[in-house]
């Protein structure tokens, strides 16, 4: 519970307090941030569910996974694409990262991962609720890439990156695994919910590997872009499972 509690205070902006003893058990079990995409994915499926229209349902959804989250994991994912849309050295490319200033390739990043969340809102409040599984579905798919790049990356330099890293192992990838299945059932017997899990996952790995060979590694700012764009991708794959299954 007290990782739970970690999890929730470092990455929502739920008014749950955060110590140090709650942050040295979320930096113990990094998996802990799989129970926080049950609760952020629960909260953000409100809106589409009760909006009276799908333009107010796609606003109402985009907006309330930006209050559930805050700014920071969009934030990360500004920072990343400006470094990536770099032509030069390593160096050149985290300076970038690191420049208070949005560039071209955090606006266009950015841009287009709101974009692409308002669309899918528009969808998933026709859905009904369906729109509930496959929006947790997805939110438990972006933890669960969180947790892919927290043992599969290289962290670049001590942070809230490495500090998750260091205890993030197979065995905590498996743990995560586990407790993605609930969310892979929840629409059943639409296959939706499952199907989602897989493009996150899948985008969670070549954010982990762009970051690698780019930027040299993984920091809090590759664990948020991860986030924005493993959500996106299983939001996306999970709508369309539904509408196809």
């Known amino acids: 519970m007290s990782a739970l509690r970690g999890a929730l205070g470092f990455l929502t902006t739920l008014p749950v307090r955060v110590d140090e003893r709650t942050w040295a ?17 629960g909260v953000a499926a ?33 920072d990343v694409a400006d470094a990536v849309a770099v032509h030069g050295t390593e160096s050149d490319r985290v300076a970038a990262m690191r420049d208070s200033h949005l560039g071209v390739g955090g606006l266009l990043a950015g841009g287009l991962v709101v974009l692409g969340l308002f669309a899918v809102g528009w969808e998933l409040t026709a859905m009904g609720r369906g729109a509930v599984g496959v929006i947790v579905a997805a939110e438990v798919a972006a933890k ?31 743990l995560g695994t586990v407790l993605a299945l609930p969310a892979a059932a929840i629409t059943w017997p639409s296959p939706a919910g499952a199907v989602a899990l897989t493009p996150g996952l899948l985008a969670a790995v070549a954010v982990c590997r762009l970051s690698n060979s780019r930027i040299g590694g993984i920091s809090g700012d590759v664990l948020g872009a991860t986030n924005e764009v493993a959500r996106l991708a299983a939001l996306l794959a999970g709508v369309i499972a539904w509408t196809l299954w």
């Open 25 to 41: 058990a979320f930096r113990r079990r990094p998996v802990a941030t799989m129970l926080a995409g049950y609760v952020v994915g």
């Open 46 to 78: 409100v809106p589409p569910l009760y909006a009276p229209s799908a333009p107010l349902g796609a606003f109402g959804f985009v907006l309330a996974v930006y209050l559930m989250t805050g700014i920071n994991h969009v934030d990360g994912l500004t």
């Open 144 to 174: 669960l890439g969180m947790v892919l790049v927290l043992v599969r990356g290289v962290p670049r330099h001590e942070g809230l990156g490495s500090a998750l890293a260091e205890h993030a192992s197979l065995g905590t990838l498996a």
